[in-house]
DNA sequence: CTTGGACCTGACAAC
DNA sequence: CGCGGCAGGTCCAAC
């Protein structure tokens, strides 16, 4: 049994709960102020109390991991300076510090957000919920069961029929391509990680290391919350909303309108080009910044289902 | 190179 | 109470 008790007081303003509800991680059981999940895949019960960030486990884990995981030691006020580049994004770092881009495991990330794609909240964290149980492990503390640590080489294995019983539909077919690749292949992560920002973006959706189902968004988001590439600005349907605000004067506001309205959908060049805007605004923190106006966007447009 | 559909499934709002 | 549109996109075919 391990209890660790982190005093937050340490380090820059931190807040869990954030960092939970930020579309960034899936799978965590919550019950109050207890996150119940796998960290470092030691299943582990986080909870916050003001300034203490307090971790249990029944297995072996030390406080450099938690640090880590969370990454209680990233220098965010200087972050947030250098994203604030006017007044909405003023705003967001107001309402949301204490985010943070977590370290998680990049192949759970690749899992994660494959099936994430044209799905809700709620749905996917039912489905990733799924993929665990049956390709994961299972823990339990304080009498509650959870699952976490999905293994890709089981995935792999298995067949389409089976996949489809977690409730993924047609993304299916994704998951169990790319649980092949990454099988077949044991250095892909190291490659990827290796790689810089942009020649990672690359190699993940198009070429030989091409990941089927994994389009520029969905590799964005595991450059970003799997590999901590943080110059990647996944641009999802909540950022293209935001963008007007978030970058306004920094770009052609043409781009992203057809006949008055705003565009739905993307090209590859189009995406590309939004994102090199974010860098070059945001600089190498883009993907703090895209947190952020992620959070924003759905408190101004998410109607209910604001956080 | 760009564009419009199709696509599994389920939580949700609007009647 | 059941129905219809939509959800943190990507693939594919057809211009």
Not at 20 to 41: C, E, R
Not at 273 to 291: E, I
Request: charged share 25%.
């Amino acid at each position: 049994m391990t209890l660790i008790y982190i005093d937050l007081k340490r380090y820059f303003s931190f807040d869990l709960k954030k960092c939970m509800h930020s579309g960034q991680i899936f799978g965590w059981k919550n019950f109050g102020k207890k996150w119940y999940g796998f960290l470092n895949k030691v299943p582990v019960c986080v909870s916050q109390e003001e300034n203490k960030l307090i971790v249990v486990s029944n297995k072996s884990i030390t406080e450099d991991d938690i640090i880590y995981f969370f990454n209680l030691d990233e220098d965010v006020d200087k972050i947030n300076k250098k994203i604030d580049v006017n007044d909405f994004m003023e705003k967001a770092i107001e309402l949301y510090c204490g985010i943070r881009v977590l370290r998680q495991d990049p192949v759970e990330t690749i899992i994660e957000f494959v099936c994430a794609q044209n799905k809700n909240i709620p749905a996917i964290q039912k489905t990733i919920t799924e993929i665990s149980k049956r390709y994961g492990e299972k823990a339990e503390m304080n009498g509650i069961t959870f699952y976490g640590k999905p293994n890709i080489r089981k995935i792999a294995k298995s067949k389409l029929s089976e996949i489809l019983e977690t409730g993924i539909g047609y993304r299916a077919k994704y998951l169990l391509s790319t649980a092949e690749k990454i099988s077949e292949d044991s250095t892909y992560v190291d490659k990827i990680r290796s790689m810089e920002y942009f020649s990672a973006l690359n190699a993940m959706t198009s070429g030989k290391m091409k990941l089927y189902g994994v389009g520029l968004k969905v590799a964005d988001c595991i450059l970003l919350y799997g590999f901590y590439k943080l110059e990647a600005f996944p641009i999802d349907v909540w950022i293209l909303r935001a963008y007007h605000y978030a970058l306004k004067g920094f770009y052609d506001e043409n781009l992203l309108s057809v006949n008055g309205f705003r565009k739905t959908k993307l090209s590859r060049k189009e995406y590309l080009l939004m994102g090199d805007v974010a860098r070059k605004v945001f600089g190498k923190y883009a993907g703090y910044a895209q947190l952020y106006i992620y959070l924003a966007s759905r408190s101004l447009f998410g109607g209910s289902k604001k956080f």
